[in-house]
């Protein structure tokens, strides 16, 4: 949430917030066939926020806070993330956030970022930025905005092509009041899948909690086709998505009344039809926001990380259909806020403890590799990783003091230690 706007809401979401983010106006509700229009709702309202002004606290979100990867082409990628600058600053005096979202280029054989430069730019904060990219290339940046917003925050976005030519250019509102959202292709479809509202009391250091969640799909070139709430109206928020050639994995955390955990919730979701699944759990007690998700398309499965309440890493695959096929328990505990790097059969997942986790996967089975040392610290406000070849792994981690990069090379790979050793050898 924006500098001085929704002060509580975004403390909350502040303190304890995954991987994370990849112009014609918004298509009307009237311009769009009723069908696609199904069980949308009414616009949110949010609820009005405290006028004293956020102190720049211990929140590291202050600094940078949400990242995404696009295929540049030839090999190269694009990265964007929202900072408070160039290094990062941190919040202004009177307490406001300026993040802008910036663009940098990596090319193979690059140790570090290239060309870096001011993407999107407004007063207030465009933050945490969250991009996907659709088979013909194109990219659908997506934030929260403080800039210019009657109910203290929207949800906005932009298309662009993969060279980064406009094709529906931001400002264009997912949601009014609309935060917290992430976005993933399914085909040539982007679904936005974003929280709204804000239910003070509960939560981390009992500041609050989202109102609930809900997605829009929108074709290649920005225009909306579907509405579907998810779970409205309800203290469920912080919606993660992952998406494959036919649907999409949404995994969000539910409030549990009395408790400093959530749950975590998961659904599929179809784009072209409008359907979702609600299935239910996929675990009964995590530590507020830590959880990511991701495809691997080399075993058609969906992969999610998430640390429990007593401290152990779980991983799950999930079938296309929603079935969990494979379930791990007692990994080491992983970073809030960071992605999954995919190559292959392999996940690599951040550690708490300062080490990159390599999981080999199966459709139903997951092992531990191994780990190794991370040579850079790990940020709890963004982490993203990506194959730059067969052999090699890049992070880019988001920290207080700017952008960090590291290759990784699965090869160097140690074994864990006992107690570790017994998760190893389970499947």
């Known amino acids: 949430m924006a500098g001085s706007k929704a002060n509580r809401r975004k403390a909350a979401r502040a303190v304890a917030s995954t991987l994370c983010a990849a112009c014609c106006l918004v298509v009307a509700a009237s311009m769009a066939p009723p069908a696609a229009l199904a069980g949308a709702t009414a616009g949110h309202k949010a609820a009005p926020r405290p006028s004293a002004q956020r102190k720049d606290t211990g929140d590291p979100r202050r600094f940078m806070h949400g990242i995404g990867v696009a295929d540049a082409g030839n090999g190269k990628r694009w990265i964007f993330f929202s900072s408070s600058g160039l290094p990062p ?9 300026p993040h802008d979202v910036y663009v940098g280029e990596w090319s193979p054989g690059s140790a570090r970022l290239t060309h870096v430069r001011t993407f999107i730019s407004r007063p207030e904060a465009q933050e945490p930025v ?13 934030f929260e905005d403080g800039w210019n917003a009657p109910q203290e ?4 976005y932009g298309v662009y092509r993969r060279n980064l030519k406009p094709v529906k250019p931001y ?13 993933a292709a399914v085909g040539e479809r982007f679904v936005v899948f974003y929280s709204a509202d ?3 009391g509960g939560g981390v250091d009992n500041l609050g909690t989202g109102g609930g969640v809900y997605l829009k799909t929108y074709d290649a070139a920005g225009r909306l086709l579907n509405h579907v709430p998810v779970a409205p109206h309800s203290r469920e928020w912080w919606p993660v998505i992952a998406g494959s050639p036919r649907n999409a994995l949404l995994v969000w955390q539910k409030f549990i009344e009395g408790s400093t955990d959530a749950t975590l919730e998961y659904a599929m979701f179809d784009p072209v039809t409008a359907k979702l699944e609600r299935l239910g759990r996929l675990n ?12 691997v398309p080399a075993i058609d499965r969906f992969i999610v990380v998430t640390t429990a309440a007593d401290q152990r890493g779980v991983a799950m695959l999930i079938d296309p259909d929603g079935r969990r096929t494979a379930t791990l328990d007692c990994l080491p505990a992983s970073v809030r806020e960071s992605g999954i790097g995919v190559a292959g059969t ?9 080490r990159l986790l390599t999981l080999a996967l199966a459709p139903a089975r997951i092992t531990v590799r191994g780990a190794q040392r991370s040579p850079i610290p790990w940020g709890t406000t963004g982490i993203a990783g990506f ?12 920290t207080p003091a700017g952008v960090r990069e590291a290759d990784f090379e699965p090869g160097r790979e140690s074994a864990l230690a006992e107690p570790e050793a017994q998760c190893a050898n389970r499947q």
Not at 130 to 142: I, W
Not at 284 to 295: G, P
Not at 387 to 398: E, G
């Open 387 to 398: 194959p730059v070849n067969d052999t090699t792994m890049h992070f880019v981690s988001l």
């Open 130 to 142: 969250s991009v996907a990219q659709n088979d013909r290339g194109d990219l659908f940046v997506t």
């Open 171 to 183: 400002p264009n509102d997912v949601e009014s009041g609309g935060h917290s959202g992430h976005v």
């Open 284 to 295: 009964d007690a995590i530590q507020y926001y830590v959880y990511a998700s991701a495809y």
């Open 89 to 97: 600053r941190g919040a202004l005096s009177n307490g406001n956030w």
């Open 198 to 200: 804000w239910v003070d």
């Open 346 to 354: 392999h996940a690599y997942v951040p550690t708490r403890d300062g």
């Open 153 to 156: 925050v929207s949800q906005r």
